[in-house]
């Protein structure tokens, strides 16, 4: 079992910057891989980036790619995500999700949120224009 916390969130204007954290609790959690998830008001859920366990394999949606970075600190359980030059297009509530893949190398269903079995409460972003 796996307990997600996302914190970070707020409010911030178009340009602007913001990093989420995700704290996780349980046990094994450099088993996992972590993944970041939005979902903006009237959408679906969409992968966002995701990393592996061992922290040296990252994933990113080309609408995010070179502007958002995903990290992760095993020692500290926590996973990160820092956003820059956001835009109006990034509003959404941000969550958090595990899936358990410990073998070495890619994770083929890195992106995809039904292979992800615990999840966050979520925590909004909202970037004013």
């Known amino acids: 079992q796996v307990q997600l916390v996302e914190s970070g969130g707020g409010l911030v204007q178009a340009g602007g910057s913001l990093r989420l954290s995700c704290a996780a609790s349980?046990?094994?959690?450099?088993?996992?891989?972590m993944g970041w998830f939005r979902q903006a008001p009237g959408k679906e859920r969409e992968f966002v980036a995701a990393?592996?366990?061992?922290?040296?394999?990252?994933y990113y949606a080309d609408s995010v790619k070179g502007r958002f970075t995903i990290s992760r600190d095993n020692a500290k359980n926590t996973v990160y995500l820092q956003m820059n030059s956001l835009n109006s297009e990034d509003t959404a509530v941000y969550y958090c999700?595990?899936?358990?893949?410990?073998?070495?190398?890619?994770?083929?269903?890195?992106?995809?949120?039904?292979?992800?079995?615990?999840w966050g409460q979520g925590t909004q972003v909202t970037v004013s224009s």
């Open positions: 999700a595990a899936r358990f893949y410990s073998a070495v190398g890619q994770d083929p269903y890195s992106r995809s949120q039904r292979n992800y079995l615990y």
């Open positions: 349980g046990h094994a959690f450099n088993s996992y891989t």
């Open positions: 990393i592996s366990w061992s922290g040296d394999i990252t």
